[in-house]
């Protein structure tokens, strides 16, 4: 079964201190993206990658990092910069970044609350 | 500036009573209209994408079209079980990501 899978689903952090959110896939896609959503606001993005070893930044990007060393794998750090984080983060694929009308397809979302 | 405004910001039908829900958009160089619903605490699911004016889609009670300058999200004799948030997103021929409305939650009462 293809798709996309994010953990935790839930997510505490703490002052002071650095988190990662996971995000895998496994179809095959090029492209990856991050999208942080908040109560009563649109998706706003926060990174994405085209290929491998290649990422850039998107609107809301201070206070996170990404690394993409797998094409399966987008994982996303949001670190003590960050002074607002909490939100629903979601990860995001597509087959392509060639053309912006390819089709996003969302994972399930993870919950970063703040202690 | 690209930008997506959704209508109206909430929507409450009996089942059966068909509405619409609306999506305007001032995107420069549209390449695409896309349609997610997503459920509470739930990411989104695609539903379609349209791509040039006069376009529609359907699947199910749920059909979208597509002018210049809006998109339509027409729901035929909703039932419960079509509850949800539907966000409406553009993408232009600059930006790899999608711009976002913030979405109709729609509320379909027995």
């Known amino acids: 079964d293809g798709g996309i899978t994010q953990s935790p689903k839930y997510l505490f952090r703490k002052e002071g201190q650095n988190v990662t959110l996971s995000c895998e896939q496994n179809l095959n896609h090029d492209a990856m993206y991050w999208y942080r959503q908040d109560p009563g606001q649109g998706l706003r993005l926060i990174y994405y990658?085209?290929?491998?070893?290649?990422?850039q930044k998107g609107d809301i990007a201070e206070g996170y990092s990404v690394s993409r060393e797998k094409k399966e794998s987008f994982p996303l750090t949001v670190t003590s910069a960050q002074k607002n984080p909490t939100a629903f983060y979601l990860c995001?694929?597509?087959?392509?970044?060639?053309?912006?009308?390819?089709?996003?397809?969302f994972g399930p979302g993870t919950r970063l609350l703040v202690l | 500036e690209d930008q997506v405004t959704q209508s109206p910001e909430a929507l409450r039908l009996q089942e059966g009573e068909s509405s619409s829900l609306n999506c305007s958009y001032t995107?420069?160089?549209?390449?695409?209209l896309f349609w997610y619903r997503q459920d509470p605490g739930k990411g989104p699911e695609f539903l379609f994408t349209?791509?040039?004016a006069g376009e529609e889609k359907e699947k199910e009670r749920l059909k979208a079209t597509l002018t210049k300058k809006e998109s339509f999200l027409h729901i035929t004799a909703p039932k419960p079980e079509d509850s949800a948030t539907y966000l409406c997103?553009?993408?232009?021929?600059?930006?790899?990501?999608?711009?976002f409305g913030s979405g109709t939650r729609l509320q379909v009462q027995p």
């Open positions: 990658s085209q290929i491998v070893n290649d990422f």
């Open positions: 997103a553009g993408s232009d021929t600059g930006r790899r990501a999608l711009t």
């Open positions: 349209l791509y040039s």
């Open positions: 995107v420069s160089g549209l390449r695409g």
């Open positions: 995001a694929s597509s087959i392509s970044a060639r053309s912006s009308a390819e089709t996003q397809y």
